[in-house]
């Protein structure tokens, strides 16, 4: 079906400067990456942006780089090059599973990180990965630059602290101490939403994280507080099912969604455990 | 004996060498280089496009329709513009073509607008005001039927008064999606004082009498192509009567061709689905594992009007007590109507619904007799002499046992069987049949005709059959080149235009090759008789043009009874086994399907890759309907209509296929071959749950969600 | 906006958020490129724009701006692929198989089965089963 394009806009900035001050003097623009969310949003409807700021071309959004003892993740990296990146594979090889599972090599080919972040859904892959990575998100306007804990960057359902003149230039990892941990269960094997999708650290402190059991991407402290405490296993499941609240939806129930990350949790213990 | 290759591409055949090999196709290279036309390729000039203005309410009766757009450059159209009858004619005339007060389902079309700007299209807002009904979603407290029947064979109640066990079970199936990837699509053109319709069509008759119904005597010329089809399984056999009739409604109002071309969405929203089923079933058997009475219930729920609910009752009913020998037997049916959009054809129509039931039944009666189910199945599997439910007698060509042999050795099913227990793998089976060409009377009723001409350089076969990927060029003329002792690539295929073409019925059932093909057979034949020797082209330089029309003459063995559903339900049936292995994920429920053994018996393949392609694309149909496809109803509507969200298999979720074709030959069919292209659909289903059964966990309906799994895993704690 | 389109130049107008699936047809004439779903899930509109698969029903045409672009119709009729498709049936009703030959061609020679089933995991078939799209790509 041929979307209504004509009455969308498209702004193109040169460079990130140009971008930085089209989204702060058009306060109805609003950002635009790899697309491959735009005409699926656009297609079922509704009131949504007509105006768009294209940062395709802005190449320094691109790099993934160590300058120091962080790696820094430009925004517009693609799933398929996180995939690829030895750097990525190196200091955070739970965020190149993730990006293998985020869809087909099309979706890979063009999604990226900061689309991921931006677009806010509580069943993102990266997310719960981002989250236990305690990464930082570092955004940009026309007149600051600030980092957001990713632990604070989500404010409700689909909200987050960016601002609408803001636009999230890069992710920045910290040294990760511990065994990483990633499941996604999706409806299918491939090429799928998640039902429940999990990213766990092993580590004297453990960090768990959880998406599509709330209306955010979901951090069990209390979970991991009873597994860094030596409690049993099954004191830290309880913890869990404390924690979430999962919801019946067209993809899956309440009950199963509870369930399994229960069960996801327990793996990701037996998996990680050593001797 | 494993399916044979024919020699590579470019080769020229001995004569009388075709059938039997995998010959070059009849299709060229245009598929694979893009340019093979489908519906939506075709341009016209002065083309407007067409868009379906819905109810929004499953039931009640429309009030009042206010058009809320500035009217300039569009065109309208509402049942008044209807000159015949305002029906999409098929078996029952209840359906209408656009609706006129009362609305019976939640995606009924009301008006039709075309605009040349897409756009302004789309934008166009129109109000309705409903009155709304109470409306009825569950088949079992319908009020109304489409459809009752009673099949009977024997006396149940001295079958059961003999029995040792009682095993009883219900068992259910749910809608499944037909995903073919080209949607549904159709251009309608005005030409010389009549129309022309060009689509993505199984049946071009079909089309051709709806609309002939639709326009009346007013239009006498109205002529329907088949564009290249970009699938079909059924889901184009009844559903573009409707389609075409709006955009044929369109094009005549605004004197210019309409393009009609559903996106995704409304195409899984508004067209015919498979019919969901609830079978319970009731048997008695003796202690050494004879089926002695067998009562089974059949239910399916037709949705809003009767399309083809009555024939999908029919052959289900027919197959539902499975391909074995019972002395006593009571099948009942009813299709009920319900306020969701109408459920259609589909592949294997009606029998995966009670296949499923009755294979997974078979189990559980194995387990209450603490007997193998391998066993069970092979002391009751239909053997030649034996009659089925409708009292027709089993000739040579029934496999029944050949292909639980075949499918038992080929997947190493005994040793797997101990192997796996205990573990988290799990390996089952399933025995099933179809019945090839329509149900008892129908090939009479349709008295199909298909013609072979000859040409300057060789001959033509003018049928109506249709390819949509299963081979049909290609297959006719294998069997029309062997017939004319004649090369095969001398043998060309007519478009299907039903301005040229004789009717040789809908390309369904599983009759195009045995069927069909069996007339041009003839038809070949006698032109050959008639040729005294000359090559076609030969022939045709000296003598001039010459064509032989045949039409489809019955077996003269067949006794049908249409009343008490007694007699040969079928010319003949194929024959399957499949058997599945999976492993289970115990933290998550997820069925992974490691590998998939099909056995069938063809009779013949005429293509051997053709024939497996079908097999193996069949199968993995029958994975998806198993263990992902899950259409979600809310209101009467489908939920997810959106391919992120009904989930078919990817190269990820189908497991390695491993095909065996049995050739034991049907004397009727062209070379021996019986029909094929259902015949995959019917197994892999109750297979996948019987060796989810393997594993411990009792599951009686289909999809196998995940959940469901995992609910099962806590109740066999 | 200028790209470059099976290997020639192409100076199309067209609105730049149209889809690159639409221009490709209709204002490129180039039909061969398929719609199915719309949503990316799919894969019958598979192109490749700098020698990456991407589904061009999501994809803006000003993201394709000085890009390579290269559809089904740039492989000719003669590719290896093409004929392998055909023999082996790894075509049956040919919808997805413009795509499925666009996805293809980026795995380089003799992929292992493994390869061929993640890769193409965003190409949907509904006639094959697969197992003969595996046969025409591994043929030798």
Redesign the interface.
Known sequence: ??????????L?PRNLAEALRMLRDEPEAVP?AG??D???AL?AGGPGPRQ?V?L??LAPLRRITMPGDALSIGALATY?ALIRSRLVQRRIPMLARAAQEV?????Q??GTLGGNIANASPAGDTLPVLAVAEAMVVLRSAGDERRVPFGSFYTGYRRSARRPDELITAVEIPPIEGIQWFRK?G???????SKVVMAAVRAPRPRVAVGSVAPTVLRLYHTEAALAAGRSIEEATQALESEIHPIDD????A??RR??AT??L??FWSDTARG | MADRRGAGPGERYAVGGAVGRSVPRKDGIGKASGSARYADDLVFPGMLYGRTIRTTIPCGRIRSIALEFDPAGFTVVGHRDIRGRNVVALLVDDQPCLVETDVRHGAEPVLLLAHEDREKLLAARVAVVYEPGTPVFDPEHSPRSFKDLVIEKGTLAAGFASADFVVEGTYRTGHQEHVYIEPNGVVAVPEDGGIAVYGSIQCPFYVQQALATLLGPAVSRIRVIQTETGGGFGGKEEYPSMLAGHAVLLALKAGRPVKMIYDRAEDMLATTKRHPAIVRHRTGVTRDGRLVAMAVDVVIDGGAYATLSPVVLARGAIHAAGPYRCPNVRITGRAMFTNTPPNGAFRGFGVPQTAFAVEVHMERIAEALGMDSVRLRERNALRPGDTTVTGQRMGQDCSARQVLRAALRKSGYHRKRKAYAGTDRGIGLALYYHGCGFTGSGEVRLASRASVELTATGVRILSSSTEFGQGTRTMHAQIVADALAMPYDQVEVALPDTSLVPDSGPTVASRTCMIVGGILERAATELRERLGGLPPAEYFRRHGPLKVTRQYQQPEWIRWDETSFRGDAYATYGWGCDVAEVRLDRDTGEVHPLRLTAVTDVGKAIHPALARGQIEGGTAQGVGYALLEHVVMREGLMANAQLANYQIPTTLDTPRIDVILLENPYPGGPSGAKGLGELPMNGPAPALVNAIRHLGLDLRSIPALPEAVLEAMCVSR | MRFTLNGNPADVAAHPMARLLDVLREECGLTGTKEGCGEGECGACTVLVDGEAVCSCLIPLAHVEGAEVTTIEGLGAAHPLQRAFMDEVGAQCGICTPGMIMAAVTLGTRPSLATIRTRLAGNLCRCTGYEAIYRAIRRP
Do not use: D
């Not at chain 1, 079906?1 to 498209?10: E, I, Q």
């Not at chain 1, 869809?103 to 979706?107: K, T």
């Not at chain 1, 067209?250 to 129930?253: E, I, L, N, Q, Y």
């Open positions: 079906m041929r979307t209504a394009v004509s009455t969308l806009r498209l193109e635009l697309a491959t735009l005409y699926v297609n768009f294209n395709w071309r398929t869809g087909g090599m099309q979706i080919n063009r269960v409806t299918r094997a491939a090429q799928s939403v067209p993809r899956s129930t009950t199963y369930m399994v069960n996801l327990r793996r």
